[in-house]
Each structure stands twice: as structure tokens, then as C-alpha cells.
Nanobody, 118 residues
Framework: QVQLVESGGGLVQAGGSLRLSCAAS????????MGWYRQAPGKQRELVAQ?????RTYYVDSVKGRFTISREKNTVNLQMNSLKPEDTAVYYC??????????????WGQGTQVTVSS
């Protein structure tokens, strides 16, 4: 079993910064990808940023140049700068754990609230 523990959400004024972290622990054979999703009230959950096992990164257009995803061993971080009110959402960590015989298992964090005031 794998556990994900998120930290770093909170309330910040527009233009401010926050750093989210997600630490994975437990039965981890390998990590194929780590990423952050967000879900605002009344909207669908969207992929914000992801980093692969080869350190290739993906960002949704709306956060390019403002957010940076990074990985240190089994922890994924999301540095969020120049925050905007539209970044307000619950942010979820998602990790794809590699299986010994191939394929991946998906795990989600509990979610952390990010609120950006105007």
C-alpha cells in the first residue's frame, strides 16, 4: 500500500506564492509519474503539472511561467508564483506507481485548499 501526504496549501493574496509538497511512502517499486491536479467549485478536475520518471514536465497553459514542478526522491513539489484568484481550488497530488510486472497503479492525495484573494 502507498500513502500520500500533502502539505503547503493556504490563503494568499494575488501575486503571492505558495509551495505544495506531496510525500509518497509505503510499498513503492518505482514511480512512473507524479503530478498535481486541481478542482475548483463547479468545475472538473484538471491536470496542472506533471513530472515523469525521466524528469520530463508538463504544465497546463494557464500556469506556464508561474508554476514549477520538481521531484526529490519520493516527494513532488509545486512552486506556485504570481498566484491569481483563478488559481483558487483544491489541489490533489497524483502518483503513478510502477508495478513489478508492468503497468502502473494510481494513488491520490487527500487534497489541499489553495485560496487566492484579489
Amino acid at each position: 500500500q502507498v500513502q500520500l501526504v500533502e502539505s503547503g496549501g493556504g490563503l494568499v493574496q494575488a501575486g503571492g506564492s505558495l509551495r505544495l509538497s506531496c510525500a509518497a511512502s509505503g510499498s513503492i517499486f518505482s514511480i512512473n509519474a507524479m503530478g498535481w491536479y486541481r478542482q475548483a467549485p463547479g468545475k472538473q478536475r484538471e491536470l496542472v503539472a506533471q513530472i515523469s520518471s525521466s524528469s520530463r514536465t508538463y504544465y497546463v497553459d494557464s500556469v506556464k511561467g508561474r508554476f514549477t514542478i520538481s521531484r526529490e526522491k519520493n516527494t513532488v513539489n509545486l512552486q506556485m508564483n504570481s498566484l491569481k484568484p483563478e488559481d483558487t481550488a483544491v489541489y490533489y497530488c497524483r502518483v503513478l506507481i510502477g508495478r513489478v510486472l508492468g503497468g502502473s497503479l494510481e494513488y491520490w492525495g487527500q487534497g489541499t485548499q489553495v485560496t487566492v484573494s484579489s
